[in-house]
């Protein structure tokens, strides 16, 4: 028999990780609320959650709508009586080339997904994750500590998730709720993982002045090779669960080796363990809690 591991709220369902994570999330026994922007595009989730032979409770949420959320959360509530878990998932990429050839409006609108729909949902879920000495998990990304160039508003964004979360972490863990980033690399299954098929004259065009710059980075990914790279979205999905069920999860937590190699450029402290360590200490917990 399975066993109840509790109320799970997934945003970002309808593809990809989301939809990946939701469906592994009840297979593993979590009462699954998985969230989409637009209800009428979750027949994927509803097929991929018929042929796992799961139930997933389709719910809508707006990560960006502050009344959405609200509504969410109080469905949630009125529904379970608690919520145990979160993974944050819903994202978008990237719209525009670069700085210059971009608007203050696309990178705002890049923001408020990426970074403010991340709090938004964290914001209001917090009480009840408090309630249950509960999981808060975040899908980051190698590009929220590694720079990748033509990239600048996703990469803010996650750098942001990143900065947040390991302030939050300490915090929320003396009040019982754990907090971990999961940081996946290259995802092909994924809206994100169609960059290496995107139409590049379509974007060289609009790259103006960085086109030849645009084309030489392009040349450089097609060479590197993507299968090494890549990890199909249920990988990921399985990371997330052992990271929700894990005894004392890491903060910082790659989901292939191509994503630790590239945080162990930037990180000597991988997994995040020594920064939190020093944050406890600052807020009268010396050691990480059992």
């Known amino acids: 028999m399975t066993p109840d591991r509790g109320v799970l709220l997934v945003t970002g369902a309808s593809s990809g990780i989301g939809l990946a994570t939701a469906v592994t999330a009840a297979g593993a026994g979590f009462r699954t609320v998985a969230t ?14 018929d042929r796992a032979g799961v139930a997933v409770d389709v719910r809508r949420l707006d990560v960006t709508d502050a009344d959405s959320v609200t ?5 949630v509530r009125g529904a379970y009586g608690r919520l145990d878990a979160v993974v944050n998932n819903a994202g978008v990429s990237n719209s525009d080339p670069t700085l210059e050839m971009s608007t203050t409006a696309a990178l705002r609108a890049n923001l408020e997904v990426n970074f403010f729909g991340v709090v938004a949902v964290s914001r209001a879920a917090m009480p009840l994750l408090r309630a249950a000495r509960g999981r808060l998990v975040t899908i980051g990304s190698v590009h929220g500590v590694v720079g990748q160039p033509f990239n600048e508003a996703y990469c803010a964004a996650k750098f942001a998730v990143e900065g947040f979360m390991e302030s939050l972490a300490p915090v929320a863990a003396a009040h019982g709720v754990r907090v971990s980033v999961v940081v996946p690399g290259f995802v092909p299954d994924t809206a994100f993982g169609v960059f290496p098929d995107i139409d590049r004259s379509t974007l060289l065009a609009a790259s103006g002045p960085y086109a030849g710059t645009f084309a030489d980075y392009l040349d450089r990914l097609g060479a590197q090779g993507w299968d090494a790279a890549g990890q199909p979205a249920r990988e990921v999905a399985e990371v997330v669960v052992r990271t929700l069920l894990a005894e004392r999860p890491a903060f ?3 989901t292939n080796a191509w994503s630790a190699a590239h945080l162990d450029h930037k990180l000597a402290d991988r997994d995040g363990s020594t920064v939190q360590r020093l944050a406890h200490s600052w807020i009268g917990h010396p050691h990480l809690p059992a």
């Open 36 to 49: 989409v922007r637009e209800p009428g595009r979750a027949d994927a989730l509803r097929t991929a959650a």
């Open 71 to 75: 509504t969410c959360l109080d469905e």
């Open 252 to 254: 910082r937590v790659p």
